[in-house]
């Protein structure tokens, strides 16, 4: 068994090369961005790739090339179950309506008349979202029909920047007056605000669509339950930003464990993944007024806090109160895969 990773300065990947070192498991090197990907992969029963779909050549190629290879009959991280609505919120809409889980109200228009019909009709505040984007990037409360219109307008006409540079100054400058930073970071920051977005970044203008959630009042927080191989659950509770609706990105937050866990979001977790097949997601829920649970969204990509909790659930809800070892699960998992691929 050989599995090929493919590196990434972020994210999952050394601790998946680490974890295949330690435990003398073969692994590969990859280089996807070479036109002979595939022909790498020859040798290979499996392929791991921790993917930025902000990144421009991620957007391009990674789908393409996971599917593919998944096609060819070799195991896949993330697989095509888990891969294929990442970082699109349309996609999760649709997914999850598809199987009736509780999630935000979501409204998207493909026409632009349609929607500034809607914006007449329907009442705020409204949340408005791009597709994609992380940490509450491309996130911004509509308040009146006038930020509607605008909004829906700009959609549809002038597009909006997938990397919101207002964004990261603006909680640059949060983070440096909650002394959450110091002023050599936040000097940091405002230099690279004045300096021209980088090229590795994708660049094309999200627009011929706008997309908005129900705004849910009275959540000061959301939750993060995260389940891996679809029989572990663990997760954190984080905390909105002040004078702010959005928790995502506060870095704010509380480790979940026997005292303080929302049981029922866990039984959606749980449901969702084994319903949809899938094997490494993050759910992020929040409340209603009636107290019910809610899925906001849904990621393979995610950070590593979460696993940082002092234990975890198994599938018949039993707190495990041990250490949490995410990546080196996600390793063992595909070569669970593997091996019942190859049976």
């Not at 540079?165 to 930073?181: N, S, T």
């Amino acid at each position: 068994m050989k599995i090929g990773i493919q590196p990434t300065p972020i994210g999952f990947t050394n601790h998946w090369i680490k974890y295949c070192e330690d435990n003398k498991i073969p692994y590969k090197i990859i280089d996807c961005y070479r036109n002979d990907v595939i022909e790498q992969l020859e040798d290979c029963d499996a392929f791991m790739w921790n993917h930025d779909l902000l990144l421009s050549k991620d957007n391009i190629l990674a789908k393409r090339i996971l599917f593919a290879v998944e096609h060819s009959g070799k195991i896949t991280f993330p697989k095509f179950e888990e891969g294929w609505h990442y970082d699109d919120k349309i996609a999760q809409k649709f997914l999850l309506e598809s199987i009736k889980a509780p999630i935000v109200p979501s409204f998207l228009f493909t026409n632009l008349n349609k929607a500034l019909e809607w914006s007449g009709q329907t009442n705020y505040p409204k949340v408005f979202k791009l597709k994609g984007g992380a940490g509450s990037s491309n996130v911004k409360l509509i308040k009146s029909k006038r930020e509607a219109v605008k909004v829906i307008n700009k959609s549809f006409k002038k597009g909006h920047k997938p990397v919101n540079k207002d964004y990261f100054f603006e909680e640059a400058l949060r983070r440096y007056k909650q002394k959450e930073i110091g002023s050599i970071s936040f000097l940091k920051s405002m230099v690279k605000y004045f300096l021209p977005v980088r090229k590795e970044f994708l660049q094309i203008k999200e627009q011929g669509y706008v997309y908005f959630q129900e705004f849910i009042p009275n959540n000061d927080n959301d939750y993060r339950i995260v389940v891996i191989d679809k029989n572990k659950a663990f997760g954190i509770k984080r905390y909105n930003r002040k004078d702010d609706f959005r928790a995502s990105g506060s870095g704010k937050i509380e480790y979940l464990d026997e005292s303080n866990c929302p049981k029922d979001c866990l039984k959606i977790a749980f449901d969702v993944a084994k319903r949809l097949d899938m094997d490494s997601i993050a759910y992020d829920f929040i409340y209603d007024k009636d107290k019910n649970p809610l899925i906001i969204e849904i990621t393979f990509a995610f950070g590593s806090k979460a696993s940082k909790a002092s234990g975890y659930w198994d599938e018949d809800f039993k707190w495990h109160s041990e250490k949490i070892y995410m990546q080196q699960w996600m390793v063992e998992n595909v070569m669970k895969r593997v091996k019942h691929n190859n049976l």
